[in-house]
Structures are given as C-alpha cells and as structure tokens.
C-alpha cells in the first residue's frame, strides 16, 4: 500500500496571500495524483487530477505540480471560500486508492 | 447532474453488520463507470472502502476485504454496502462516490454522506 503523507498539518495564511500545501508517496506514483478540497459538513470536492490538471469549474488560482513522490498545491491568492481541509490521492497502485491525512487551511 | 444519495441505519451494533444504499440520479451505475465507497471517521482522513463495476468487477480494500461486499441493484439503479462484525473503528462517515476524473481513478461525484455510529 502506497502511503500518501501532508504537511502541514494546519497552515495559517490570511486572505489574499499564496498557499502552499505539500503531499508525498511512499514511493513513485508518476503523475496520478489528486487533490480535494472538503469544507465542514460537505463531501470532498475534487479540485486537480494527473497532479496538474483543474477538474472542471475549479478556478485558475488553483494549481498543482510534481510527479513521482512530491506534490505540491498552491492557491494563489486566498479566497474567504478556500479556507478548508485538502486531501491528495494517489491512484497509480490499486487496491487500494490511498488519501493523505489532511491540510486544514485556516484564516491567520 | 449526478447525484447520489446515502441511506441505511444511523446506529449499529457491535459485531453486527452495517448496511447502506446508495441511490443514483442524473445517471446509470450501468454506463462506463466504476463506483465506490468511501469513509471518513470523525475529523480523521479519508479512507477508500471498495469499488464496483456493474459488468461485475469488484475490488475492495485489503485491510476491510473480509468484512465487506459491494452488490448492485441494476433495476433501481442503486448500489449497496455491507461491512460485517463492525467495531467502534468502523463509526464513520460513509459516502457513496462515482469514479471519475483521470483514468476514472478519482471520485468526482460524492454523495452527502451518513453517519454511521456503532454502540451497544
């Protein structure tokens, strides 16, 4: 099983400022990688998949980049409604899909 | 639009079995895609449970994979979970999903999901 590890654990930005959020695999998973956004009381929304690409409706401030074991998330200029929990997932090596434990971006 | 919608019992026994619905709209669980179940333990991660194929494929999690089966009502359009002998680990969030996105390995479609509690 492919291990999927995020840090940090919380990041603190305010508003209008660059998030950074970091995933990394136990070993290569290539570019299948992907991540979702979940706010309180809601299912996860998926943001990017193929550790790059933007599902569709998910706006340009949201990017990804890496491949093989690192991958990162930047939201470019934080939004009121991007405050949340994120959650990468691999799926080069199934079963089973595997999710990193979590992001909580919150308001500094 | 597909949507999906959770139901079953919102309390199980220990060692009992947890069983839950899924119903689909907007689409048919007999088209191309592949469909999951996905847990969330309260304020813990996300942890996939198994997926379906409605030609018959079935893969499941190695760590719950004698415990839980996956069948589908064709008819209804409709999916199932069971997951036998359940513990308090099993309290969860359950949320029923369709795989999409890349390769159709990513859940793009999520229900809103039902809390499962398990106490005598």
């Known amino acids: 099983e492919i291990v999927m590890t995020q840090s940090p654990a919380t990041l603190s930005v305010s508003p209008g400022e660059r998030a950074t959020l970091s995933c990394r695999a136990s070993q290569s998973v290539n570019s299948d990688l992907a991540w979702y956004q979940q706010k309180p009381g809601q299912a996860p929304r998926l943001l990017i998949y193929?550790?790059?690409t933007r599902d569709t409706g998910i706006p340009a401030r949201f990017s990804g980049s890496g491949s093989g074991t690192e991958f990162t998330l930047t939201i470019s200029s934080l939004q009121s409604e991007d405050f949340a929990v994120y959650f990468c997932?691999?799926?080069?090596?199934?079963?089973?899909?595997?999710f990193g434990q979590g992001t909580k971006l919150e308001i500094k | 639009q597909v949507q999906l919608q959770e139901s079953g019992p919102g309390l199980v026994r220990p060692s009992g079995t947890l069983s839950l619905t899924c119903a689909v709209s907007g689409g048919s669980i007999s088209g191309t895609n592949w469909w999951s179940w996905v847990r969330q333990a309260p304020g813990k991660g996300l942890e996939w449970i198994g997926e379906?194929?409605?030609?018959?494929?079935?893969n499941y999690n190695p760590s719950l994979k004698s415990r839980v089966s996956i069948s589908v009502d064709k008819s209804k359009n409709q999916f199932s979970l069971n997951l036998s002998s359940v513990t308090v680990a099993d309290a969860a969030v359950y949320f029923c999903v369709r795989n999409g996105g890349h390769y159709g390995r990513n859940f793009d479609y999520w229900g809103q999901g039902t809390l499962v509690t398990v106490s005598p």
């Open positions: 379906f194929h409605h030609s018959g494929g079935r």
């Open positions: 997932q691999q799926y080069k090596n199934w079963p089973p899909y595997t």
């Open positions: 193929g550790a790059s």
